[in-house]
């Protein structure tokens, strides 16, 4: 188990997560040690046919954080303050709302460890395969009760911050998923989508 010791000595893993505007967890996988690094693990995932990452549909993106690649299907925040005062301008409004979206997965995670402490970690007394199994308990513990009991007393903490909740029906069959393009061309053309994105909040912020 040393490979999963961090630098303060407890065993650690790292976890990849989906999530919905609704706080649920659409995707979970567990069991990666804690010191490696999240766009290894997409990488990884990606590639093993096993592992089954739901791409979003067509047209639609997860937002990510800058630790990924921006990719089709994955929407990452521009990096760097590079170019003329209005680039940087466009580029610090898009990356604001950005990070204003993606902020849902902290508060996702807020409840998640309010309801299971024991998340906190660390969890010394276990086996790194109990652990994992523990994770996905609770995030399935987590996904019943928002379903089910959505007015229970965590998740009417941060229903006040929570958009598009009322415009989602969990029962709506979702669109054939995308094929993430990762090739240079498919890179620069997913790149540019970002920046068209870009644009159009700067142009409407300033109609």
């Not at 990452?76 to 580029?91: D, E, H, L, N």
């Not at 941060?158 to 498919?186: R, Y």
Request: with cysteine; glycine share 4%; charged share 20%.
């Amino acid at each position: 188990m040393k490979r999963y010791r961090n630098r303060h000595g407890s065993l650690s893993q790292n976890v990849l997560v989906v999530r919905d505007h609704n706080m649920r967890f659409t995707y979970v996988t567990v069991g990666w040690e804690g010191n490696t690094h999240d766009s290894r693990i997409l990488q990884e995932i990606i590639q093993d046919p096993n592992c089954v990452f739901p791409w979003p549909p067509a047209g639609k993106y997860y937002a990510v954080d800058a630790a990924y690649q921006n990719i089709t299907g994955l929407m990452a925040p521009f990096k760097g303050a590079r170019g003329t005062a209005q680039k940087r301008t466009v580029r610090t409004l898009f990356n604001k709302r950005h990070a204003s979206l993606r902020n849902i997965i902290e508060r996702t995670f807020g409840v998640l460890k309010k309801r299971f402490s024991i998340l906190k970690g660390p969890m010394q007394k276990y086996m790194m395969t109990t652990q994992n199994n523990i994770v996905l308990a609770c995030c399935a513990l987590h996904n019943f009760m928002r379903e089910y009991v959505p007015n229970e007393s965590y998740f009417v903490e941060e229903k006040a911050d929570i958009a598009l909740t009322d415009n989602i029906n969990p029962f709506n069959p979702m669109p054939a998923a995308q094929v993430s393009n990762m090739s240079a061309a498919g890179i620069v053309e997913w790149n540019e989508s970002r920046k068209a994105i870009a644009d159009m909040m700067y142009y409407h912020q300033h109609q």
